[in-house]
């Protein structure tokens, strides 16, 4: 694994308050639900939102900034990521606070625990958070749902840093949903978010619950290696159908598979490198598009640079 030049010194120079851990070029792969990629220049956990402003707003402004949550949803490529790769945690983004018929919850806060929260007092509305493998941060940037509900669904407010260190709050409006997408602005890193839901049966909202969890468990490959769901669903139709058409279930590229259960799945099934899943990922793509004339769109975020030859 190739490491990158050590800035640690030049960003603690710059921003002399940071409380938050300041790492140089370890290993992203285990933070990744594929586990695989290479390293972060320097990956920076901050202590708290004040923390993250203070880093944001020293930094110099052509230095690369990359946010990742839990990993669920991402590839990171070989090569690692070049520049400051930003990871929510702790207490100070991990909280969840109800009052009345609202939800507060953290950037870092799993979907799933969101979910459980709200079935706990007895707020409906939530539920299909259950069935999404990733966190609070990641549902904002892209309208993260399963199961019938969206995030926009819900969302009152959200709250976050911009790469100046500003504080912005984007009403439900302004964060401009649609599907798996976000109009809210590239360089701000959420840290919380409002949600709203309603009164309900706790018995109910748990049972539902538990239905949105035999589905996944019956229905897609979540006990490997995978990032979920690959593809997009094109308009009026089912990214699985299509790649499965185009006879892509089973199929492989070194160490990756197209998932046999789930067929808009991909999985690290044999020490696959990210190049590997990459790769069979645009070869399921241009398959489908040969046979159906669709062009499927990555669900998966892709990030980093690619191996040097």
């Known amino acids: 694994m190739t490491a990158f030049p050590d800035i640690t010194p030049e960003i603690r120079a710059a921003a002399p308050g940071l409380r938050g851990r300041l790492l140089a070029n370890p290993s992203l792969a285990d933070l990744t639900w594929f586990r695989v990629g290479g390293p972060a220049q320097v990956l920076f956990t901050p202590a708290d939102e004040e923390d993250l402003a203070h880093l944001l707003e020293a930094l110099d402004p052509e230095l690369p900034v990359t946010v990742i949550g839990l990993g669920s949803n991402l ?9 400051i790769t930003i990871r929510l945690g702790g207490k100070a983004f991990g909280s969840v606070a109800i ?25 409906a509305g939530l539920a299909f958070f259950r069935g999404i493998p990733g966190s609070i941060g990641g549902a904002l940037r892209m309208n993260a749902g399963a199961h019938g509900g969206e995030t926009t669904d819900v969302l009152v407010e959200a709250r976050g840093i911009d790469r100046t260190g500003a504080l912005r709050r984007f009403t439900h409006a302004e964060m401009g949903f649609t599907y798996r997408h976000s109009e809210a602005p590239e360089d701000v890193i959420f840290t919380s978010a409002l949600f709203r839901g309603r009164p309900g049966d706790r018995q109910d909202i748990e049972a539902e619950m ?12 979540i006990r490997e290696r995978t990032g979920g769901s690959t593809f997009k669903n094109p308009p009026g139709g089912k990214a699985w159908q299509l790649v499965d058409a185009a006879g892509c279930r089973g199929l492989t590229m070194g160490g990756a598979q197209v998932s046999e259960m ?5 999985i690290n099934r044999n020490g696959a490198t990210a190049a590997d899943i990459e790769g069979l990922g645009e ?3 241009r398959r489908v598009r040969e046979t159906s004339g669709v062009e499927l769109h990555w669900e998966i975020k892709r990030i980093g640079l690619n191996a040097a030859a």
Request: glycine fraction near 10%; aromatic fraction near 2%; proline fraction near 6%.
């Open 262 to 266: 789930h067929c808009n799945f991909l």
């Open 210 to 221: 538990d239905r949105v969890t035999a589905a996944r468990e019956a229905a897609q490959p």
């Open 75 to 83: 590839i990171v490529r070989d090569g690692g990521i070049p520049g």
């Open 283 to 285: 070869e399921v793509r």
């Open 99 to 123: 009052d009345g018929e609202t939800l507060r919850a953290g950037a870092a806060v799993p979907d799933m625990r969101v979910a459980k929260s709200a079935a706990e007092a007895s707020l």
